[in-house]
């Protein structure tokens, strides 16, 4: 039985246009993200076939596709959520979001620093990747993070809060190897209110990490 399912999307696939085309939402979404979720879910049989068999000869391997597959799911669940039509701005334009936007200021100085060190993290990431937001436990800070793939370089028990996914198939159709203009653009998109309540959320998981 499948352990992981496809999330349907939160809105339908022209409400982020024009900063998303629909296509690239549907194929997105359709696709990529849910072979991402068909990955994670037949690595997790060959796993369990490994257990039985007692053969773990291929554990490396599966492992880090396990990793890879599983990533993909959570990062682009995330991903859908932090972006509506009507998005865009700063924290302090939306209700309730008025401790996000204390928590950047404080992290980063400023939300103009903190968007351009996210914007520039997205943007130069080598190859296939993603910028990331993330609450890191530790010093109850934020912190911005590049992922290359989908894992690594990122900080054990931070929690990704905000998304930017830089892969060329989340913006080639239609920004062709502009990834920059996609990045700029995707600020026109976000979700606040969702982003304050994934902060919320990781502050509280933050305090049960550090239980001694």
């Known amino acids: ?3 992981y399912t ?5 809105y339908d696939y022209a409400a982020l246009q024009p900063v998303i085309d629909a296509k690239i939402i549907e194929l997105h979404h359709d696709k990529h993200h849910a072979a991402y979720v068909k990955g994670a879910n037949d690595t997790l049989e060959q796993l369990a076939e490994a257990r039985d068999k007692d053969q773990w000869g291929a554990i490396n391997g599966l492992e880090k596709n396990l990793a890879f597959h599983l990533s993909g ?3 682009h669940s995330i ?3 932090n972006m509506t039509g009507d998005g865009g701005g700063e924290p302090l334009d ?5 401790e996000l936007a204390d928590a950047i200021a404080e992290s980063f100085g400023s939300f103009a620093k903190f968007k351009a060190q996210l914007t520039k993290a997205s943007a130069t990431t080598q190859g296939s990747g993603w910028g990331v937001l993330a609450y890191e436990p530790i010093s109850g800070k934020l912190i911005v993070e590049q992922v290359y793939d989908h894992q690594g370089n990122v900080g054990q028990g931070s929690v990704p809060i905000l998304v930017f996914d830089a892969w060329e198939h989340a913006f080639y159709l239609q920004y062709k ?3 920059v203009d996609f990045i700029d653009a995707m600020w026109a998109v976000v979700n606040w ?3 304050a309540k994934r902060f919320e959320a990781a502050k509280q998981r933050g305090n049960l990490l550090l239980v001694p």
């Not at 496809?6 to 939160?10: F, K, Q, S, T």
């Open 79 to 81: 991903y859908w959520q």
């Open 94 to 98: 939306k209700d309730g979001v008025g």
């Open 6 to 10: 496809l999330p349907e999307l939160p």
């Open 73 to 75: 799911h959570i990062l």
């Open 1 to 3: 039985m499948a352990i």
């Open 193 to 195: 209110q969702d982003v």
């Open 177 to 179: 190897n502009q990834k």
